[in-house]
């Protein structure tokens, strides 16, 4: 059976599969080597990828896009607030998990973040299935770098759902540098730099490759920034110009947010290759056109802070590699949005004007490398995967809560994974009874600046004096970054063995469960209807062909009165259970009374 790699983005999606002694990108069904991770639905369908895309502007509030802004995050993190204030469709709070209310087949339905970037997957999967001809369940998903935990096991959940097996994860830039490594077949040691810049995740990676030996040595990134963010300057910008002119304040109109949304994104590429871009939308509010323009050196003025904490985070994990940047050999461009030609310059200036690599796809170089890594986790044995060696790092440090509520670093950032650490901790008062473990993730020294991970408590450590109570605690982090933390009450001898919980706001593996079987019936469903529709669409013919062909045959008035009033009256039902699709039965039971008249 074929292992897929599939990149899922936040604005696009592509898969590739190991095929042949190769890596082949996989097209969807309309040809396109990248699929909008757009889901959208509608009164008696559900679209995925560019037919959901070309939704967004009439069917906004039950078009959903990128959704991997809100994979792992709870529904107060600041910038979840921030980005629901732009979306065209809304976000509920359900025990500060962001949920999303779609109305679908006239019925509302309420989806998590898992549920919408399973559907995305599984599009992706259908892709590759009807690409290759055989059934696929084995894949690798690629997260950005800098995703924490908690993104990192959503996104592995919503993979789960959408029937697929997670075989594995990797860095998206860790992923394009083997794309990158596979292709050049660097012969001696090269140290790669990773500039990869989407449309919502920037992130950045330093790699060292010799041959199909891929050493990670640091990686740095922001999991808010990117293409959507740029776009968002610039409506922000349309909604203060509009205003001054029109005296039409847009902010709470979310369908012209969305319309401005549209033409401020094409705009921005635009940008990248032209110095000036129009910005037209007819009948925004109150009446009023929007007419106006964009000039290049304003889009970079209004979004100069975002381009220059790209060069921060470059400076911040040169140092964290330990590498100097005069030693960098090449810089790789991956992600849409490296084509601005200012993010080029400022990279460019700061490595001393090396030439910026872009011998590899910037759309598909992470998908490329997915497979690739898919390919050798099952087999390997392939000669152009031979001696595939990749050792990645974690991008943020794990540690345990202190008592005066510091972080106790145990596995810092940018250590080699897979790792164990064990850790030793001992009890604060004579005859300490329990213990309560507090797991955290972050930079920042006190612990209510980082990322919760879990708690747990030890109970039944047998009295002793303080210090004397002691509990030896396992940090083990797979290939994919996902970390289990294991306590062990060891005095006593009969250790018990506690795995940490899964975080408030993560799915249970009952709820996951209940969404296979959910993504089941929608699958289903999907299924009847394009079989329904496409019995429609059959009938409809066959009653304009017998219209037709009435007028060549020989026919008594009355023979025609009668087919004519029975087309007729086909052609009407259809018309008006066009929105609701009628059972198959009705269907077949209607082709078959003029199919009857006909043939008499
Ligand atoms: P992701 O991996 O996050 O889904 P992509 O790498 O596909 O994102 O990049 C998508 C982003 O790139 C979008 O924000 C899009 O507007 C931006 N983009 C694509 N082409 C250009 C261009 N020519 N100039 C500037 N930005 C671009
Ligand atoms: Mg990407």
Redesign the pocket.
Known sequence: MPTIGI?L?????CVAAFRNGRVEIIANDRGNR?TP?YVSFTMDERLVGEAAKEDVTSNYTNTLCQI?RLIGRTYDDPSVQADTKLWGFSVIDDDNKPKIPVIHSYKSNIFCPEQISAMVLEEMKNTAEAFLGETVTDAVITVPAYFNDAQRKATRDAGEIAGLNVIGMIN?PTAAAVAYGLDRQCKSERNVLIFD?????FDVTIVEIKGRKFFVKATGGDTHL???D??NKLVEHFISEFKQQHGENISDNKRALNRLRVVC?EA??K???STQAKVQVDALQGGYDLRSGISRAKFENLNFDYFKRTLDTVKNTLTDSGIEKENIDDVVL????T??PKIREMLEKFFDYMELKRTIN??EA?AYGAAAYAFSLVTGKDTVMEEFVLQDVIPLSIGIENKSREMGVIIPRNTTIPTKKWNNRQTLKDNQEKMILKIFEGERALTKENHFLGAFTISGIPPAPRKEGKVRVLFEINASGILHVKAIEKITGNSSEITIARDKGRLSEREIKQMVREAEKFRQKDEELKQRSKAMNALEDFAYSVKDKMSQKYLTTRQKESLMSKVTEILHWLDINKKEPVEMSHLEAKKKELEQLWND
């Open positions: 990149d983005g936040t604005t696009n999606s990248v991770s991997k998206e810049l989407g449309g919502g995740t990117g293409g959507e740029f776009d994104e921005k590429r940008l990248s290759s991956v992600g849409g949005s084509r601005i910037p759309d992470v």
